[in-house]
């Protein structure tokens, strides 16, 4: 179980979307103010591809990213193994690597993205969005770790924030002593070797998990999931 039937369909859609856009923009007068034709919310591979397409475009864009860029392929653990069929898209060629590690693949994607100096503005969330009475969007956007918000006009507002960004967490309140031993993604399976983990749910991440800390020497794996069987994975 990998993910990148995910990450290969996220690719294709970024780009298929910022197509649709710039069909739409052609369609509409400009309004007044200078507006970005396009803001995307997400650096993700959807953010990536559809910025790659907007530049090709010609599109006046920016995208903001409350973490950093590609921070849904950083979060993914230590050493996994990525595998597709290389998936053209405009001005690199190939946003892809061959089979590879998340490294690999991390380290080719931040090559193109500063090869092509796509605007992109890290640790920056998007707060809020309205359509105005002209027809644009007005976006405030904020840094993550405080200061005061800013506002963004755009004709179009993309959103390709994923699902990894905030993830589903306990809902029980945890004492101080153990909230240091509650994780919500694994970044490298060997910390876990010689201890008993409780993997909570059973979708293809937590079934990925549980096969990865299985692994690990004097590991012990228990799994705890509400439905009655194997119905979510794949």
Known sequence: VTG??????????????????????????????????LLIVGAGPAGIS????????????????????????????????????????????????KESTKEELLSHWLRIVRKEQL???????MTAVKRLEDGTFSVVVEPREGGPPEERRARFVLLAIGQRGTPRRLPIELDPEVESRVHYHLADARSFAG???LVVGLGDVAMETA???SRQPGSEVSLLYRGEDFSRGQ
């Open 4 to 37: 990148l039937p995910l990450i290969k369909n996220a690719i294709l859609q970024g780009a298929h979307a910022v197509t649709r856009i710039a069909e739409a923009a052609k369609k509409s007068p400009a309004p007044p103010g200078n507006p970005l034709d």
């Open 50 to 97: 559809a910025a790659l397409r907007a530049k090709e475009l010609g599109l006046s864009y920016e995208v903001v990213e409350q973490g950093t860029v590609a921070q849904s392929i950083q979060s993914f653990p230590r050493g996994k193994l990525v595998f597709d069929q290389p998936i053209d898209l405009p001005l690199t060629g190939k946003l892809w690597l």
């Open 119 to 125: 605007a992109i503005t890290p640790d920056t969330r």
């Open 195 to 197: 201890k008993h983990v």
């Open 211 to 213: 096969i990865a800390i």
